[in-house]
Each structure stands twice: as C-alpha cells, then as structure tokens.
C-alpha cells in the first residue's frame, strides 16, 4: 500500500516550466512502475510518463524533449519536470504507482496560458 501527494502545479504561460512532485508515503525503490497523467474536463485520463525501478524511462509522444520524469529513491519522490509548456498542457497531473493494485494522488493543476 502506498499514498502519493502531489504538488508543484500552477499558472504559467507558454514556453515556461514547472516541476511536479509525488511524495510516497513508503519506499519507492521497489516499485516497478511509477508515472504521471494527465487529465481536463471530458477527457479520460492520458499517460504522461512512466519510469520504472530499472532507470527506463518512457514518454507520450506529445511530452517527449519537453517532459523528464525521474525518482529521488532517498527522498521517496517521483518528479515530472515540464518545459516549454505550451496551452495543450493544461489539465490536472496525477500520480500513479502499481503495486499488487493501482495507487493515485489527489492531483495537482497546472494551467499554461497563451
């Protein structure tokens, strides 16, 4: 069982960046597969970025050279960092861990203003 909280979000305008943070209530370093999506109104939930507990890292072809997830073992911390940001990214960010079952946090805003 894990808990995740997120924070980081926030107005920006385009081309600026945020960093999101994923506070886990236990030990990450176990955890296979951590990552972030992403989600407006009317929209299902997409995938943003994953990392899994081998250092691979994958990214939505929409984030990719703008979006870098990466883990703070030490810290029990997922990051999503977010440059360049553009108005398509806005949407809540949640946190998602895979354990024996499907973790996620509250949701974090991040609106980009053009």
């Known amino acids: 069982q894990v808990q995740l909280v997120e924070s980081g979000g926030g107005l920006v305008q385009a081309g600026g960046s945020l960093r999101l943070s994923c506070a886990a209530s236990?030990?990450?370093?176990?955890?296979?597969?951590m990552g972030w999506y992403r989600q407006t109104p009317g929209k299902q939930r997409e995938w943003v970025a994953i990392s899994s507990s081998s250092g691979s890292t994958n990214y939505a072809d929409s984030v990719k050279g703008r979006f870098t997830i990466s883990r703070d073992n030490a810290k029990n911390t997922l990051f999503l960092q977010m440059n360049s940001l553009k108005p398509e990214d806005t949407a809540v960010y949640y946190c998602?861990?895979?354990?024996?079952?499907?973790?996620w946090g509250q949701g974090t805003q991040v609106t980009v203003s053009s």
């Open positions: 998602h861990a895979l354990l024996i079952r499907e973790y």
């Open positions: 236990r030990s990450i370093f176990s955890i296979n597969a």
